[in-house]
């Protein structure tokens, strides 16, 4: 009995001051996942990966706008999107405190246009991942870029293209 | 002349031939799924031969049976009767039986191994397979407004968003009492009890205080997870719905899923992402423990040991925070391996924490064991008979209180139990709460002893594997020992990337059908603390109605008023109320 008062008084308080003190958490945490716009370039590979459906992507009507959503209601937490992102641009924050009085305030998004094809005008891909793709090629340089004209045209028009030069050079080499 | 090499036996051959020699013609396949994994194929008719064979006859031990709807594949059901072998040649056997689409019967093994009895309940839910000569013919999963003709599990019923309009208001469950006392009672059907966090029915069928027997109801909150998983979820998101299994124990699950994913489509999962989910397994055990050894405290009415053992708790909780970036659902398993590597310096807190939770883990038990309600208050108390408990299979803690060491990490050795040095199933024979919670306290200093010899181990290396083949159809089982004792996952893979079949059992699905003899002979004042000496997947009962034998009256106590009669043994809840 006596160790038992003892232990009491040795451990003092165990309680700690939250909510009227910040609650602490070690790095590495998984909390809020936050979403950097301006990284972003939509290439919908946290969509794919988000075991949850918590972040979706959706086509406006006239397809010339993608929007991007998270819906924290829905969110585990588990950070796919942050592993997948190849533009750093989602990142689990320490955040925990996620309580709204509107249910609508747990969702968060972000439209991005969408790119059309300089051939046929059809939307293809969202703008922003096809510039990223062109000043990436452009910056490698060399064999990588020497297709970089081809970019604003959609998958349809470039195959066309490709199936029509094939069909010139088989035409060359049949004649000669 | 070349002498033929005696090519060496895989593991559970000795089996299959046993069974070839006992019943000749009754094996019409036999394929191993992995290493200690083998699948025999045996005619409907033949199946509870075998499987009682296999199981009092070779030493096994029944899991769980898995039922399949495989006529998209073949044009009949598959019934899958996992066995694990633990006496020789250690392994798991898996007894399969097709079963005619057009009778929808098979005959029942229960009558013969009582252990099958909840799965063949469930695949009469699931599937509308009916096991000709089961004894208990009841309902286990569904609602009881569910439809007659609708089984959720086959592949041609339902979408897994459809609510079928409920087919009647009222509960119809009936209670089996399975005493001896003459006069018939009628049972009344009280409210649903949901507590604040999982919610079950209990009747205890008493004469005067003494428990003659006890039946309930669970399975209120039946999430459907397999049918999510089956229908919505692509095969490598499962582990992450998996970690939402239990509260408590949902690493085990998620661990389980991912290695019966593996094992079938045989991965190699990397050296240190072995070591590094056999930590975090063991983790996860050290505060489900300590939860446990808590509410011990607090039925015996030792109510600063509650405090205490929950204070230290936090430590673990912290641990975990530390290890995986979560308090709970860790969601750190991925098909191939983990997501997340142990640093060194988490390393070097690991180990603090670990010398700061046996100091202090010890200096608790100790008060614990010494205080004069331990003994008299859990001594003798639940006796969970050792035949009783061959019979059924129940597993964890459970079990081995009663003597028997079933543990899955010392019977089947995976991941970084294979490299372990010095240790084996911790067991007592007392067969009662004292000896479940004296398990607990050694295999929580064993935890402790485990995870530094891990991180001394644990070799540097990529904790993901890649470069693997996916393999339509292939199924295997994947097993983990939680908290609570063994979780098996079943899992078979479609041609969709998604699960075919998967079914998983929680350890605590094992453990129920035996609480009702835990129940018998004892006071009602018991029954809190033997409920929470099982340390199941809730250890409150919201109500309990009490029915008495002799005088065909009820009445419903709360859970507050029987707690506070476990803890107290005066002021019987049920005095002055004619009883």
């Known amino acids: ?137 452009s910056k490698m340089g060399g064999p990588a870029a020497t297709d970089i004209k081809k970019l604003d045209r959609c998958l349809d028009c470039r195959r066309l293209e490709d199936a029509e030069a094939f069909q010139l050079q088989a035409r060359h080499r049949g004649e000669a | 002349m070349t002498a033929k090499k005696p090519v060496a036996l895989r593991i559970g051959e000795t089996h299959v031939q046993a069974v070839r020699d006992t019943f000749p013609g009754s094996v019409l396949d036999a394929t191993w799924q992995a290493a200690d994994q083998v699948t025999i194929t045996v005619p409907t008719d033949m199946l509870p031969d075998v499987v009682e064979f296999l199981y009092y006859g070779r030493g096994g031990w029944l899991p769980n049976m898995v039922a399949n709807d495989e006529r998209p594949l073949h044009g009949c059901f598959a019934l899958y009767y996992l066995l694990s072998m633990e006496e020789s040649d250690k392994g798991f056997v898996v007894v399969r039986t097709e079963v005619d689409p057009a009778t929808m019967e098979y005959p029942s093994v229960t009558p013969r191994v009582p252990a099958c009895v909840w799965s063949e309940r469930e695949a009469f839910d699931m599937f509308g397979l009916r096991a000709i000569g089961l004894p208990d013919e009841r309902r286990l999963v569904l609602p009881d407004d569910w439809p007659d003709d609708l089984y959720p599990l086959r592949k041609d019923s339902m979408d897994y968003r459809h609510r079928p309009t409920p087919t009647t208001d009222v509960e119809n469950y009936q209670f089996l009492y399975e005493g001896h006392a003459e006069e018939t009672t009628q049972v009344p059907m009280g409210p649903l009890h949901i507590t604040s966090d999982e919610p079950g029915h209990f009747r205890l069928f008493v004469d005067g205080e003494d428990i003659i027997d006890a039946d309930y109801r669970l399975f209120y909150v039946h999430r459907g997870m397999e049918k999510v998983a089956e229908d919505r979820l692509s095969y490598d998101a499962v582990t992450f719905l998996a970690d939402r299994i239990c509260g408590i124990c949902g690493n085990a699950h998620s661990v389980a899923y991912a290695e019966s994913v593996e094992h079938a489509q045989g991965i190699e999962v990397p050296l240190r992402a072995q070591y590094i989910r056999s930590i975090l397994l063991e983790v996860e055990r050290l505060h489900s423990h300590l939860m446990n050894l808590g509410l011990v405290c607090h039925y015996c009415g030792f109510d600063t040991g509650f405090q205490h053992f929950f204070r230290v708790r936090e430590k673990a909780m912290d641990l975990a925070v530390l290890l995986t970036g979560a308090r709970k659902t860790y969601g750190l398993n991925l098909i191939g391996g983990v997501r997340r590597d142990i640093l060194d310096d988490q390393k070097l807190a690991t180990i603090k924490y670990v010398s700061e939770l046996r100091n202090e883990v010890e200096a608790l038990v100790d008060m614990l064991v010494s205080t004069a309600n331990f003994e008299s208050r859990t001594g003798g108390i639940g006796r969970l008979d050792p035949v009783i408990a061959r019979d059924y299979s129940p597993v964890g803690p459970c079990v081995r209180g009663s003597g028997i060491g079933r543990d899955v990490r010392f019977d089947h050795p995976f991941d970084g139990y294979k490299f372990l040095v010095g240790m084996s199933a911790r067991t007592h024979d007392g067969c009662d709460v004292q000896s479940r919670t004296l398990v607990r306290v050694e295999e929580f200093m064993d935890s402790l002893a485990m995870i530094e010899q891990w991180l001394d181990g644990a070799p540097q290396g990529p904790i993901q594997a890649e470069g693997w083949q996916y393999t339509p159809n292939k199924f295997a089982l994947g097993y983990t020992e939680a908290p609570r004792g063994e979780d098996m996952h079943w899992a078979q893979v479609g041609d969709n990337q998604k699960c075919y079949r998967w ?35 809730y250890s409150c009962t919201d109500r309990v109605t009490v029915v008495d034998v002799n005088k065909s009256t009820s009445t419903v106590l709360t859970k507050s008023q029987l707690e506070s009669y476990c803890r107290r043994r005066t002021h019987s809840p049920l005095a002055g109320k004619g009883w």
Request: aromatic share 12%; proline share 5%; hydrophobic share 40%.
């Open chain 1, 1 to 137: 009995m006596f160790k038992l008062f003892k232990e009491i008084r040795e451990t003092g308080d165990a309680t700690v001051e939250y909510p009227f003190a910040p609650y602490e958490f070690p790095d590495g945490f998984r909390g809020k996942p936050e979403h950097n716009e301006k990284l972003c370039i939509a290439c919908e590979a946290c969509a794919i990966a988000c075991p949850a459906n918590a972040i979706t992507m959706e086509l406006s009507e006239d397809q010339s706008l993608i929007t991007w959503n998270i819906n924290y209601g829905r969110c585990i937490f588990c950070g796919r999107c942050q592993e997948v992102c190849p533009m750093f641009a989602i990142e689990l924050t320490k955040e925990f405190e996620l309580t709204v009085l509107n249910k609508a305030d747990l969702g968060e998004s972000c439209a991005y246009e969408v790119a059309r094809c300089s051939c046929c005008g059809k939307p293809y891909a969202v703008k922003k991942e096809v510039d990223y793709v062109r000043n990436l090629l």
């Open chain 2, 503 to 537: 079914r998983c059992k929680a350890a605590t699905y094992s453990n129920w059908p035996v609480l009702r003899y835990m129940f018998r002979g004892n006071t009602i004042a018991d029954a809190a603390i033997i409920v929470g000496s099982m340390d199941p997947c």
